[in-house]
């Protein structure tokens, strides 16, 4: 046999846009395919999709049921579904139950079947569920009765010579075995499950085997709500037309203080991570941020998965910053997102929807720790993967990210976040509390910038009725980091030659006092008990200072000024 020039695959289009792009485009028309999985994951509503979003007069559908439900009662609950037609049903899409033919003999269904497909010559065959063919056949067995493998080759064979599109439907549960002789027919096998963790349930699909198409691979997860399937493929597809972006200007994030701090402002293009304690400030940071977009021409996106969008609004409006006015506007997409048992895809592309809406050149994302939260314990693990795909897809287009991170203040050791994400990111703000003077304070600093030089200061920083107002840098404090801040005694390490600064600091709070234990001095000089001690058994080596006992209690003197 010879082929002249490739042969031309039409196209089945399943009706939801997402899951095509998961089988490659749609299934191949007039091929034989398998709709399998878990009872309850939705294979029965998905055919239906499928049917009521393709059949017509000229292009009419069959509906073959077994020993399942009856046509009626399968009807009365598929009507609740948004995209049930009643004006198809017998015109369109024709119903036949096969349960009393069944129950004669395979040989009696497939001359059923294959006298209505003559009768109507349709475009579309739904066989559900033919395992209930299984069960059928074990019962009323005989060795001159036809098999199921017998009858389903039959079918197979009759149906694709007749060019229809067929599915047959059918139930497996966990570690049951396969029928692989089907398997090896089937021209197309998507598989639904449901999947449980601790007290979450998650729906997913694969597409086992499309012959002729390019598939999506892996795990894909899907919802079932009143509009049907709605599916949410792992890859994100990219922004089309990116925008022509110019990467080496920087852009303002809207609060000048923190620009000055990033050495200018940020990269567009790039994902920032504002990492912080609770009530630091993160959301602020974002609202300006966005607000900011909206006054130079680049609409915003914010996806919050915490306070709810009322919050936001009223949060900004107390900066004199009227987000709702850029909602009205298409300026300002608000995402809310906020019930448990998401998967991180359903919630990337309603991100990506919400950029594709308003044109988006900036998104924020509060939080990610909200996000994690939310999500089905069963995506953890895909958390930072899912996250990645993200940042790379968007910031590819041009858009710039800002995301916030809850990171409890651990004064043992400099974390940015727990999420383990910020070699992700371009940029890297840390926000921390502080006590100066009996006051908690808040101070920032930026950590990490790319492509260009930042000044390493630590600024302390309110939150005002203008947003966020950066000021000056802290430079009469040290320990910052420590969490207790101490101030600078700048004429002390001169007068004591030899001592470290921490020692002379010690030795001028012991002038003050004249003389105290170890518990003044602490509370004095704001000093670790720790490095207290060590600096005073250094102070008594040196002579600087005289330990003495008074009254059952350890004190210390000054010897020496000089």
Known sequence: MTLQGRAELKLVKSGIPTLDSILGGGFPEYSFNLIAGDPGSGKTTLCHQILFANASPERPALYFTIIGEPPLKMLRYQQQFTFFDPAKVDQSIHFINLSQTVVESLEKALETIIGEVERVNPALVVVDSFRSLTVTTVRTAAPEQMDL????????????????????????AVNEPRDYALFTMADGILWLSQVTHRNSMVRKVQAIKIRGQETQPGLHTFRITRDGLQFFPRLIKPIEHPPSVDRSRLASTGIAGLDELMGGGFLRGSAMLISGPTGS????????????GVQHGEPGVLAMFEETPFKYLE????????????????????IYLRPLDLSVDETLHEIQAGIEEVGAKRVAIDSLT??????APSFEQDFRESLYRLLGALTGAGISIMMTAENNDNYTELRFSPHAVSFMTNDVILQRYVEIDSQLRRVMTVVKTRSRRHPPDLRQYEITDRGIVVGERLMDYQGIISGVAQRRLRDAAPAYAGLTDHEARVLAVLTDLGEGGERELAERGGFPRRLLGSALRRLVALDYVAKAMVDDRTVYRLRRTE
Do not use: C, H, N
């Open 149 to 172: 493998p017998t009858f389903l080759q039959r079918l197979a064979l009759d149906l694709t010579s007749r060019q229809t599109t067929t599915f047959l439907v059918g139930e497996y």
């Open 281 to 292: 400030g993160k959301s602020s940071v974002a609202i300006q941020f966005l607000a900011e």
């Open 315 to 334: 949060q900004a409006q107390g900066f004199g910053l009227d987000l709702q006015a850029m909602v009205d506007e298409k300026q300002l997409k608000l």
């Open 370 to 375: 909200g996000l994690e939260i939310a999500l």
